[in-house]
């Protein structure tokens, strides 16, 4: 085995997952490109996509769905983008393991989320939007605090072990009258 197909699956296992995926009934057109460079084991997805629902003279219809999630297991982050239900939509994203940028304009929905260790954030839209967004994940600086600040807005993104409720939901009732 040469250099070269040593490195490769090297610089997979480093990404761990570059996920997509697509379907629905109607005029569909995309195109794509997958850099995968074993020098700095990186991998780079630019996706276009440009689709329109119209039903089918056989016995399946399904409006659009298409998906695209980049994974980086070693550091335990993720970003996740997925257009549901689309009438129409037009997507251009760049899609790196720690960022994602997209422009996105669909009649459907979107979920958009990113998860680091501490850290998540999810956004959700359901109608007529035009999106621009970039989404990096970095190293954090973790900064000592003098008291443990409860987790104020909840996310339905659960982790196996952690409650989403708030922190005053969890306590014991109090004895107090």
Same mark, same amino acid.
């Given at each position: 085995?040469?250099s070269?197909q040593?490195?490769?699956?090297?610089?997979w296992s480093y990404?761990?997952?570059?996920?997509?995926?697509h379907?629905g009934?109607? /005029?569909? *057109?995309?195109d794509?490109i997958?850099?995968l460079e %074993?020098?700095? !084991? &990186?991998?780079?997805?630019?996706?276009s996509?440009?689709?329109?629902?119209?039903?089918?003279t056989?016995?399946?219809?399904?409006?659009?769905?298409?998906?695209?999630c980049s994974?980086?297991?070693?550091a335990?982050?993720?970003?996740?983008k997925? /257009?549901? *239900?689309?009438?129409?939509?037009?997507?251009?994203t %760049?899609a790196? !393991? &720690?960022?994602?940028?997209?422009e996105?304009?669909?009649?459907?929905s979107?979920?958009?989320?990113a998860?680091?260790?501490g850290?998540?954030?999810?956004?959700d839209y359901i109608?007529?939007f035009n999106?621009?967004?970039?989404?990096?994940?970095?190293?954090?600086?973790n900064?000592?605090?003098a008291?443990p600040?409860?987790?104020w807005?909840?996310?339905?993104?659960?982790e196996?072990?952690?409650?989403?409720?708030?922190?005053?939901l969890q306590?014991?009732?109090s004895?107090?009258?």
């Amino acid at each position: 085995m040469d250099s070269a197909q040593q490195q490769t699956p090297r610089a997979w296992s480093y990404c761990h997952s570059c996920g997509r995926w697509h379907l629905g009934s109607g /005029i569909y *057109d995309s195109d794509e490109i997958l850099n995968l460079e %074993t020098k700095n !084991k &990186s991998i780079r997805l630019q996706k276009s996509t440009e689709a329109e629902y119209q039903p089918t003279t056989f016995n399946f219809s399904s409006k659009w769905v298409q998906g695209i999630c980049s994974k980086d297991k070693k550091a335990g982050t993720a970003i996740h983008k997925k /257009i549901g *239900d689309a009438v129409s939509m037009k997507d251009d994203t %760049t899609a790196t !393991k &720690s960022s994602m940028a997209f422009e996105t304009s669909f009649n459907g929905s979107i979920h958009i989320s990113a998860r680091a260790t501490g850290t998540r954030i999810s956004e959700d839209y359901i109608g007529v939007f035009n999106l621009m967004e970039k989404i990096e994940i970095g190293k954090a600086v973790n900064v000592p605090t003098a008291t443990p600040v409860p987790d104020w807005l909840p996310c339905p993104f659960p982790e196996p072990g952690v409650s989403t409720q708030p922190s005053d939901l969890q306590q014991s009732p109090s004895s107090d009258p």
